[in-house]
């Protein structure tokens, strides 16, 4: 289950920023440039040229659309994290009295004997701890990475403005405002963690909002929009999950 939230959104978009401060993939050709990168410019422009040059309004639908495709598997994913949990909370007390046992045992075959009854009540509940459906969140890094790069690397969009942003520019209102929603977010993402576990979620929790806020401020105002729209999706996608599939502890 910790291995599970740390993959969500807040760890996808760690590694967004932190793929950011690490430069800009060379312009000399190559598979993510040509197959990631490349078609994301290309699809910023031809929005932008239906909306009059409008390069904060391509940026937006395009963010949507991306998290419209990934939503489906998204869900798939949140449901299979939240009817784990059901499970695990439905077997804890059985779980706590083999821990209580196996911290009292001193004899390494009797050690063994435990961890095989601990091995038997997962079979026999069919929870697999490990099995937490991360690999969609993984799948999804090289498509907002291509849409992070090409949103970085557009010359277009760096001389457009959009409201009262400079999109090539860094603006301050506009970080704040990503800072919040993903500090938001990461407060929401919380409360479907087990009690047990926030504590210990916590600190990597909010290393996300920070990143973000600081990259924001030194980065084009381009940028902080797309996470402004992708984090204010993310809380939605969240609470509407936690409508359609609640924690069913008698699973």
């Not at 490349?38 to 639908?61: C, R, S």
Request: proline share 6%; charged share 20%.
């Amino acid at each position: 289950m910790r291995r599970f939230f740390s993959l969500t959104g807040i760890g996808a978009f760690l590694l967004i920023v932190l793929a950011g401060c690490s430069g800009q993939p060379t312009e000399n050709g190559g598979f993510f440039n040509d197959y990631f990168i490349h078609p994301f410019i290309v699809a910023i422009k031809v929005i932008a040229e239906l909306f009059n040059e409008n390069y904060g309004i391509a940026i937006i639908l395009i963010t949507l659309v991306i998290r419209i495709i990934l939503l489906p598997f998204m869900m798939k994913n949140y449901k299979r994290s939240r009817e784990m949990r059901g499970k695990m909370e439905a077997i804890k007390p059985e779980m706590d009295t083999i821990q209580k046992k196996l911290k009292e045992v001193k004899d390494p075959e009797e050690k063994r004997k435990i961890q095989q009854e601990m091995m038997a009540l997962y079979q026999t509940h069919g929870v697999n701890p490990l099995n937490m459906g991360c690999l969609p969140l993984l799948l999804q890094m090289p498509v907002l990475m291509g849409f992070y790069y090409a949103i970085r690397g557009s010359e277009e969009i760096a001389t457009h403005s959009f409201l009262w942003l400079n999109l090539g520019e860094p603006d301050i209102l506009m970080a704040v405002i990503a800072g919040i929603l993903y500090f938001v977010q990461y407060r929401v993402s919380l409360r479907d963690m087990p009690i047990a576990q926030q504590g210990q979620m916590k600190l990597l929790g909010l290393m996300s909002p920070i990143m973000i806020f600081i990259f924001s401020l030194n980065a084009p105002a381009a940028l902080p929009l797309y996470w402004t729209v992708s984090g204010t999706f993310l809380i939605l996608q969240m609470l509407l999950s936690r409508k359609l599939y609640p924690v069913n502890k008698d699973a």
